[in-house]
């Protein structure tokens, strides 16, 4: 059934949308995936706050132009799903390779690139940004960074109140076996 004009640029407005509020996207090519299976990947790629779309291309090649993306017209071919970070490209790339991995997709399903930060990337290079660190993980080494110096001086203070209350107590005694002599 053929989607009407107005429908079509209602879809790339929505789509335009969606690039105004992602940092980044995974090309992925599919062939004869179920709807269950299409479903398992859009579970995966939510949980790191992405979006799964299934579009045709010229909407999305024309998405793109508008938003002022990198058009990349060699992946835009035949059937492509396109998988929207937000915020967390790199947890999102990774919630992709393994939801692939996991759901042996190697013949349906294959990542053949992505855009980040206004660079085209490869599928090797879009593997890459899944090993860096996600938006939480990153957040919980900035976390620990910043308890760490605050741990060593309250270790500094606790030692230095250790030693003055050693001290004194030292004193105290010393006094009262004097005062009982």
Same mark, same amino acid.
């Given at each position: 059934m053929p989607v009407s004009r107005a429908r079509k640029e209602e879809l790339v407005a929505q789509y335009v949308e969606?690039?105004?509020?992602? =940092?980044?996207?995974?090309?992925? %090519? &599919?062939? +004869?995936?179920?709807?269950?299976?299409?479903? +398992?990947?859009r579970a995966a790629v939510r949980e790191q706050n992405g979006q799964y779309i299934v579009a045709k291309n010229t909407l999305i090649r024309n998405a793109l132009e508008q938003a002022n993306w990198v058009v990349p017209e060699d992946l835009l071919e035949g059937p492509v799903a396109i998988i929207f970070g937000r915020d967390n490209m790199p947890g999102v790339a990774k919630a992709v390779f393994k939801h692939i991995e996991d759901a042996d997709f190697d013949e349906k399903m294959r990542v053949t690139g992505g855009i980040m930060s206004g660079d085209?990337? =490869?599928? +090797? %290079?879009v593997e890459a940004v899944?090993?860096?660190? &996600? /938006?939480?993980?990153?957040? &919980?080494?900035?976390? +620990?960074?910043?308890?760490?110096?605050?741990?060593? /001086?309250?270790?500094?203070?606790? %030692?230095a109140t250790g030693g003055v209350v050693n001290v004194l107590q030292a004193y105290v005694d010393k006094h009262e076996e004097g005062g009982n002599s």
């Open positions: 969606i690039l105004n509020d992602c =940092d980044g996207l995974v090309i992925v %090519q &599919t062939q +004869g995936l179920s709807v269950p299976q299409i479903e +398992g990947m085209l990337l =490869d599928a +090797g %290079q899944s090993k860096l660190p &996600t /938006l939480e993980e990153l957040r &919980t080494q900035i976390a +620990g960074l910043m308890m760490s110096p605050s741990q060593s /001086l309250v270790n500094v203070l606790q %030692q």
